[in-house]
């Protein structure tokens, strides 16, 4: 088993741990009929918004900006979208998309998620690596019961990934060497940029991450140390 | 009750939650035999150790050093403290000092704390805020158990207590107001600190941090906004 140095495990979160599409489009469904765009489809809504995702990173990972943490680059870009599906933000209250805004903290696991979770976290230290913000990531896992055992992440090492910073600073945090930790996502990018660094790498996919006819991250693009099915798979994989 | 608008728990952590005393004397036993100090009381050890620990961070906090994390001041106070006690740093292989360092993550805590811990848990969100840096209270966690959400810090907010900046900067990462947080503490310097950036209090002592002949901290110095008897009595009085 090419895992049998690692201690740790960290997880990126949306996507790979959680179903962040149907998560927003269940919120925003209910936003959009009391702000009567009955006519709008939430995973519309969900899709419109995560694609300012990366963009708004962007302006972080390349020195245009100094970090922000993802909750108010969820906000921004939250009022951005809206006029693309003919809502004024000036003509809502605050409150109301600060708590659409929350949609994010409240995403659910995908089914394999929390068993895995509680399986793999009898041999590893368990985490969430994510671009997510510490109270992102600590309601979402209340909420949901995500048995990590620290909330690591962006907000922790002040750099978004795929950044080489954002994985060697947290092996500085862990006190680990790079091959002591195992990276687990569904993304072929953030993998790559994980092994670059010296990470160890399970790729599981999540096929249903953007809906029917996702198109990307089907299959592995390197030989990744661990392909697995879903969480449960991996703790079989991993004898736990 | 004065914490009704508390969301947050947030928890001192050597002394209040862990007994720190017992748990450094405990390895230091097996260390000074192994290096023929037989007539050392392996608690004089611990007590010379923990005397190190606030000028350490001092150098911090008036800013003439870095941020520097806990696990290297405390390596640097082990190697300060071993010719007190008749032993050469020199004469030792590097990691069987790293690996007694390792005393500070391996801490038991108080017989009320797991219990009590678990009860707050069901109303509040907990977390140790601790000097402690996060490979430190990770471990010192998933060895004993600690049931908390997530971990909180110096390291997290680059600031050692009492320093106004890391009680503040602990509640923009929480992204809640200083007063929906309530500080958990056997110290009243401690909360007399959190108090002053706005936080609620909570006092709980405990009388046998130094061992016998205590003298400090054995009672509340403010009107703290609760004074409880240990964790299990915290839950009681919040009804949980």
Redesign the interface.
């Known amino acids: 088993m090419t895992l049998n140095r690692v201690r740790a495990l960290i997880f990126d979160t949306f996507g790979t741990t959680v179903d962040w599409r149907s998560g927003v489009a269940r919120e925003a469904a209910a936003f959009l009929i009391q702000h009567a765009a009955h006519d709008i489809d939430p995973s519309d809504f969900a899709d419109a918004w995560r694609q300012r995702y990366n963009p708004a990173m962007e302006e972080v990972r390349s020195g245009r900006r100094p970090f922000t943490r993802l909750?108010v680059l969820h906000r921004e870009n939250l009022e951005a979208i809206l006029p693309d599906f003919g809502i004024k933000p000036a003509n809502l209250p605050a409150a109301a998309l600060d708590e659409l805004n929350l949609a994010w903290h409240r995403l659910d696991p995908w089914p394999d998620a929390l068993p895995g979770l509680q399986r793999l976290r009898s041999g590893f230290?368990i985490a969430p690596f994510s671009n997510g913000?510490?109270?992102l990531?600590?309601?979402m896992?209340?909420r949901a019961g995500l048995p990590w055992?620290?909330?690591l992440g962006a907000?922790?090492v002040q750099a978004y990934k795929p950044t080489p910073e954002s994985y060697l600073r947290t092996a500085d945090?862990?006190?680990m060497r790079p091959e002591e930790i195992g990276l687990v996502a569904a993304h072929n990018s953030d993998l790559a940029a994980g092994r670059a660094c010296g990470l160890k790498i399970v790729f599981v996919p999540r096929p249903a991450e953007h809906g029917p006819g996702q198109a990307t991250d089907l299959l592995p693009e390197q030989d990744w140390d661990v392909i697995a099915r879903d969480f449960e798979d991996l703790a079989d994989q991993l004898g736990l």
Do not use: Y
């Open positions: 909750d230290m913000n510490i109270i990531l600590t309601e896992a209340k055992d620290v909330i907000e922790i945090v862990l006190g």
